[in-house]
């Protein structure tokens, strides 16, 4: 009898829930798997809305995974300084069989060194930065570069998933999985990629995110700094 997969989406402080919380309805419908949530220590992590999350494990306890995965948020912007984060990651994909991501969380893959020469998705407001980790920045919903899947903003995180599976297990299970959570997306707006949003949304976004992109800009130069 087969080990169980081993799938573990690492937590921290202002995470987006639904970078995880998607993945992790899709992970936890796999046959067998076994899906930790990690942080540091036991303790609540607060996201970035109301939520908080209690992890199953902690960077000391995990095992070896067959998948890591690191979601995005606004707490990134944190963890790609993050010693203890990046020694966790680097150790992890030592032995992972995929080095995942999705939104920013590809930044922090970044700043950990493993996506140097590695085609990467993340969100449309970070695309700019992946390339001061060596990463190549790829507009796509899944990208998939040798054992390297990252996926784009949010939203994506659930074709990341699926995506994923398909590769883990097999196609077959990937459809059941998501006919079984009716993924079947119709938005109500074509307003959900900078390529379509309307010039005057797309204008208001930019100009509400502008501190945080430069806070991002000088918090992901000390990162790659340190990468050399």
């Known amino acids: 009898m087969s080990a169980p997969l081993q799938i573990g989406l690492v937590l921290f402080p202002?995470?987006?829930?639904?970078?995880?919380?998607?993945?992790l309805q899709v992970f936890s419908s796999v046959p067998?798997?076994?899906?930790?949530?990690?942080?540091?220590?036991?303790?609540?992590?607060?996201?970035?809305?109301?939520?908080?999350i209690t992890p199953?494990?902690?960077?000391a306890d995990c095992p070896q995974l067959d998948v890591i995965c690191v979601p995005g948020g606004f707490g990134t912007d944190d963890m790609i300084n993050d010693e203890e984060m990046l020694a966790f990651l680097k150790k992890q994909?030592?032995?992972?069989?995929?080095?995942?991501?999705?939104?920013?969380?590809?930044?922090?893959?970044?700043?950990?060194?493993l996506l140097k020469g590695y085609r990467a998705a993340t969100h449309w407001t970070a695309m700019e930065f992946l390339?001061?980790?060596g990463a190549i920045p790829t507009k796509t919903r899944v990208c998939v570069d040798r054992n390297r899947v990252t996926g784009g903003g949010v939203t994506a995180g659930i074709d990341f998933a699926l995506t994923l599976v398909s590769l883990l297990v097999d196609r077959r299970t990937a459809e059941a999985i998501q006919l079984r959570l009716e993924y079947?997306?119709?938005?109500?707006?074509?307003?959900?990629?900078?390529?379509?949003?309307?010039?005057?949304?797309?204008a208001?976004?930019?100009?509400?995110?502008?501190p945080a992109q430069a806070r991002r800009g000088e918090m992901i130069g000390r990162a790659a700094?340190?990468?050399g």
């Open 14 to 23: 202002k995470v987006t829930q639904l970078d995880f919380t998607g993945p």
């Open 32 to 52: 067998g798997a076994q899906v930790h949530l990690i942080w540091k220590r036991i303790e609540p992590v607060s996201s970035d809305s109301v939520m908080t």
């Open 56 to 59: 199953t494990t902690t960077f």
């Open 93 to 113: 994909a030592d032995g992972a069989r995929y080095v995942t991501s999705v939104c920013t969380g590809s930044l922090v893959l970044g700043a950990a060194g």
């Open 131 to 133: 390339s001061a980790f």
């Open 184 to 202: 079947n997306p119709a938005p109500p707006f074509n307003s959900g990629s900078p390529d379509t949003a309307p010039p005057e949304i797309l």
């Open 204 to 210: 208001l976004m930019k100009d509400k995110i502008a």
């Open 225 to 227: 700094a340190k990468l």
